[in-house]
Structure formats: structure tokens, C-alpha cells
């Protein structure tokens, strides 16, 4: 059963928004072979959510090949997402032999993370074997990476304490950003055209405070980060174009400081009333 807001499984670890390209190999709904060359929104321990346009069969077995690394892999297809952040089929999907490690990325379990209230998920690399970890940080941990732009923890490949940094995600060649138009009276942002991204992404998870020109807040925390912007998910009623303010970090609300964004983009998520915003960072006036 889905229960999370991108449609993907119930996580057995935290999540990560990786934009992976793969070919998708398997029959379609018909009973058809195929192959598709496209990629994820989500990938997780136990599997991700892909964009595939063909029509697939909840419970039918396909084969997932990650095109950086040529890793294969079976999966399961377990449902077609209620609603779509690409505007494509999107389907959330099991890994039938979680052995293999076919993101590239390690998840810790949930079982796994310290039991504190402070805890940071980012993606980090190892700076010797240049392996990669969702980790799951402290608060002083990641202040210490914020600050010396790299942390030392265990590296299960090199079997020793290594120093590990933020694992940056760089836009492929010819990944391009939808265009940004007014949003359409059903609320969804209209496609079309393209727009390049500007700086490269961290996928970090950092509590973030909302707040509308009305007054109307919310709690959140980010899903990944750029020098210009920050993606999160929430419940308040924003629209392409409006001001918007955000709180982030790690101190109490009252300790952050109001940083004036611009919503760039919305996406509905799956659960109703909550969206994903693109926000880009303003100079404070």
C-alpha cells in the first residue's frame, strides 16, 4: 500500500528526489515487450517511483537498468502514482533483490538512525572511494560539515573513517526544467517549453518555516537544495509567481531569519491539498 506523498512505497528509509536515467525493460499492460529509456523522480532502499509511458500491470516484473553505472536489476511494479510530477505514467516500484545496488547510493534503515529529534538527512560521498550514503546526521554533525565542508564518519567499502562531503547532483546535458507560465485554473502548472539549471542541487532534508504575505505558516523541510533555491512539499495554497517566506536551518523559529522567495514551479503531490514548490531565494530588500 502507497502512503507517501510521492506515491512511491512505504519507506523502509528515507527517500531521495534523484533524477537516475534508466531503461526500462518488460511487457506493458497488453502483454506487449517493451523498452523505454527515461529515469526516476524517487529512489529509496525498497524501490523509487519511475516515468514510463507505457501502461504497466500492478504486480508484473520488469527489468530496471541504471544507464550510468549499467547495473541491472528486477523490479516489481506495485501502482501507478494517482498523480504525476512529470506529467508522464509514473509508477511506483519494488526492488526484487535489494542486494544489489543499483542507485548507487546507500539507505540506512529506518532501525538504523539514532533515535534523537535533531537528525539531518543529506546525501553525502566519500572522499577516498567516492561512495554514497543518504546519511543521517546530527545536528552538531552537520554543523561541522556546514562548516568544514566535509564530516568524518565510518565508510563501509574502505572498512575505515574516512571524510565524506555533500554529494552535489549536476543536471545532465540535456536535462531542462518545465517553463515556468501562470499556473492553469485547475491549479497544475501548464508544460512547455524549457529552462536550464542554473546551479547544482544537494538533496538535503533542513526543518523550513513557511509563511504567506497573509500571515499563514507552515512547518516543512526541504527536499533538496541549490545556491539559488530550495524544493519542499506543503500543505498551503501557493501559486506560481507569488512572494513567499521561508525559515531554514537547524535554530529555533524564532532564532531564523525571514528569507523572501518566488514560487517557480508546483507540482501536486498525492496526498489532496499538499503540493511540491520550487522556490527561488530574493535579496532581501
Not at 549499467?70 to 516489481?76: A, E, G, I, L, W
Not at 538533496?203 to 545556491?227: H, M, Q, W, Y
Request: hydrophobic letters at 35%; charged letters at 25%; proline letters at 7%.
Amino acid at each position: 500500500m502507497l502512503n507517501d506523498s510521492l506515491g512511491t512505497l512505504p519507506r523502509r528509509s528515507e527517500r531521495a528526489l534523484l533524477r537516475i536515467p534508466i531503461r526500462v525493460e518488460g511487457k506493458d499492460s497488453l502483454g506487449n515487450a517493451f523498452e523505454e529509456t527515461t529515469y526516476t523522480q524517487v529512489v529509496n532502499r525498497s524501490g523509487g517511483l519511475i516515468v514510463v509511458s507505457h501502461l504497466l500491470q500492478p504486480g508484473a516484473v520488469i527489468r530496471i537498468t541504471n544507464l550510468k553505472s549499467q547495473v541491472p536489476c528486477s523490479f516489481q511494479v506495485v501502482t501507478r502514482a494517482a498523480r504525476s510530477l512529470s506529467g508522464t505514467p509514473e509508477w511506483g516500484v519494488k526492488c526484487l533483490k535489494p542486494e544489489i545496488d543499483i542507485w548507487g547510493v546507500h539507505f540506512p534503515t529506518r532501525a538504523e538512525e539514532p533515535s534523537r529529534a535533531d537528525l539531518v538527512h543529506v546525501l553525502l560521498e566519500c572522499q577516498e572511494c567516492f561512495s554514497r550514503e543518504m546519511a543521517v546526521l546530527t545536528g552538531e554533525q552537520y554543523r561541522k560539515l556546514a562548516a568544514e565542508s566535509s564530516v568524518p564518519r565510518p565508510c563501509p567499502k574502505c572498512g575505515a573513517t574516512r571524510n565524506w562531503q555533500c554529494a552535489f547532483i549536476e543536471a545532465e546535458a540535456d536535462e531542462v526544467l518545465p517553463s515556468l507560465p501562470a499556473p492553469s485554473a485547475s491549479g497544475a502548472t501548464p508544460r512547455g517549453g524549457a529552462e536550464k539549471r542554473r546551479h547544482r542541487r544537494l538533496v538535503l532534508k533542513l526543518p523550513l518555516g513557511v509563511r504567506l504575505s497573509d500571515g499563514s505558516e507552515e512547518a516543512s523541510k526541504t527536499e533538496n537544495i541549490s545556491k539559488s533555491g530550495l524544493c519542499f512539499a506543503c500543505s498551503l495554497e501557493m501559486h506560481v509567481g507569488e512572494r513567499v517566506y521561508v525559515r531554514l536551518g537547524l535554530d529555533s523559529p524564532e532564532e531564523r531569519s525571514d528569507l523572501p522567495a518566488r514560487i517557480m514551479w508546483r507540482r501536486p503531490a498525492k496526498d489532496k491539498g499538499r503540493a511540491f514548490y520550487g522556490v527561488k531565494l530574493e535579496r532581501r530588500e
